[in-house]
């Protein structure tokens, strides 16, 4: 987060924030502190796209303008041993997220294979957080969800999909675990709206108008992605040169993990806009996995095997002028270690957007700035 006037603020005192923020208006206790949690937990990673920074627009205004439900009805609407069709009722996504990944852990833990899949349920957040917890308990864990369409399929420029991401998470004997964790386009929303907030333009191959031509216009992109007038590239980027129909092919089997098996909303279901122009729910559709790996092989072995992977992966020739080679849930442990002491970056408009909050809601606490 590049800024001249940033804070630090440290992790355990903006989780209260936000959980005491999520309780002041409405939301039980326990769903507050899910929703707190997840969000730190982001920036904890340097995923600052999916933390705290969304804690006012992307929940906070949805339960303020009527579109998101401050408690949750988390309702098992169809079970069997391994597998649960979970409805939200539009209540906090990272709860029910949470609670949805957990029975897919247990499942896993008595028969080796767990899967549950949730329909009307929220923006859940960093979808990492869900596939940690397999692997706090030495599993494989994986999550997909869809979102609201910003993705135009190869040759096309209308959104239809979400960034879509599905997300892994794998033991190792190493200090992180392996973690690919991103959305199925080029770049994400959530980006978009941190250069949005930095007030950067967007680089070439990341957002399309209805010409087919690359726009960098930051601000305006993030309204036109909701009117159907610009759209993300799908991995690979535009056209099959690079490959764009595999990320578009990622994308479209994500939006059929996340609606199709919970008969979720999907793709224009999720525009969050009426015709009249007036916000409405977003609806969404998740999936979670869960495997256990001692069902397999021994999880030391398992373990071991993985990180030797990873070890050669990263000994391998480099590139001229590289420095090193990476592999997936690096960067975010590395930046872990650097924040740790430190807490959540703050930039300006994030300060402006936390003051709002407490103004609002009336809350007593002091904040660093």
Known sequence: MADQNITWWAFDE???????????????????AVCAD????????????????RFKPIYLDRIWNG???????????RETPTTAVIDGHNGMGHYIAKRAMQMAIEKADKYGLGMTV???????GAAFYYSMMAVERGMIGMTTTNARPSIAPTWGVEP???????????????AFPYMPDYATSVTQRGKIELYGRLDKELPDGWVIGQDGKYRHDTKQVLVDLTKDKAALTPLGGLGENLGGYKGYGNTLTV??????LSQANFMKALMGMSPEGKPTSIELGHSFLAVKIENFVELDAFKKQIGEILRQMRASRKAPGAERIYTPGEKEYETWLFRKDKGVPFNEPLKN?????????????????
Request: proline share 7%; net charge negative.
């Open 353 to 369: 957007a936390f003051r709002e909050v407490k103004q609002r809601l009336g809350m007593p606490h002091e904040l660093p700035f």
């Open 14 to 32: 903006v989780e209260a924030f936000m959980k005491d923020g999520f309780v002041a208006i409405g939301v039980p206790p326990e769903e507050a």
């Open 160 to 174: 239809m999909l979400g960034t879509n991401p599905m997300t892994w998470g794998m033991p190792t004997d190493e």
């Open 118 to 124: 949730c329909r009307n349920s929220t923006h859940y």
């Open 255 to 260: 939006e059929i993990l996340s609606s199709c």
């Open 67 to 77: 579109t998101l439900n401050t408690k949750t009805r988390f309702e098992v609407v």
């Open 38 to 53: 997840v969000l730190v937990s982001a920036d904890k990673r340097g995923v600052d796209s999916h933390g705290v920074g």
